[in-house]
């Protein structure tokens, strides 16, 4: 059975500042791999979606890389700003099922 | 194209009733999936359907809930009878084939 998981939960950082958020999974199967972000009381916003054959995708300051083998994606965000704040999930599209992540719940003060 | 489509966005009923949740998914997708989320548990995949048929429904709770897709523009999402613990946001995404899933704003549903 296909896991998801996201380290870590909660990060805050101050404004400017590059991260890295992560994504493992077991089962190394997956057609495509998904970065979302979600506001608060809001829907979840497609960020970057990396299909299987490819390591990694880059839009803006964001950039999502892929390694099947080990199981693992991350999130590279550069130069933080106080308008990332949001949790982001990342889900595996494994068969036909998109499984999710937890999430890691980002905060970026000024 | 306007997106994945949800509604109602807010429902709130008391406990016993029946809950119909809506959802209109992207024109040409042919996956469908009905997602609740919770503090406690996260996201978690109630039902999905692929070209209008349900492909895997392990996730739905109990029998109370249930999921019809009767033509690829719609489907729904019945609770009967809806009970407090069934309190959360209630999401609906489609995708085509695996090009990458687009959500809906969700429907926020409290049983009282």
């Known amino acids: 059975k296909q896991e998801v998981t996201q380290i870590p939960a909660a990060l805050s950082v101050p404004e400017g500042e590059n991260l890295v958020l992560n994504c493992s999974f077991t089962?190394?199967?997956?057609?495509?791999l998904q970065w979302f972000r979600q506001d608060p009381g809001k829907g979840l916003t497609s960020l970057l979606l990396?299909?299987?054959?490819?390591r990694e995708q880059t839009s803006g300051r964001l950039n999502a890389s892929l390694d099947k083998s080990s199981g693992r994606s991350t999130l590279y965000i550069a130069a933080s700003q106080p308008g990332d704040s949001a949790t982001y999930l990342c889900a595996v599209l494994d068969t036909d099922k998109l499984i999710f992540g937890t999430g890691t719940r980002l905060q970026v003060f000024p | 194209d306007a997106g994945v489509i949800q509604s109602p966005r807010h429902e709130v009923t008391e406990m016993g009733q029946e809950v119909t949740l809506r959802c209109k998914p992207i024109?040409?997708?042919?996956?469908l999936f009905w997602y609740r989320q919770t503090m406690m548990r996260g996201l978690e995949l109630l039902i999905y359907f692929n070209n209008n048929v349900p492909i895997d429904d392990s996730g739905m709770p109990e029998d109370r809930f249930s999921a019809k897709m009767p033509n690829a523009s719609f489907s729904t999402l019945k609770i009967q009878p809806s009970e407090p613990r069934d309190s959360a946001v209630y999401f609906c995404?489609?995708?085509?084939?695996?090009?990458?899933?687009?959500f809906g704003q969700g429907t926020r549903l409290t049983v009282v």
């Open positions: 089962d190394s199967a997956i057609y495509n």
């Open positions: 995404a489609s995708s085509r084939d695996s090009r990458g899933a687009f």
């Open positions: 990396i299909q299987s054959s490819q």
């Open positions: 024109s040409g997708h042919n996956s």
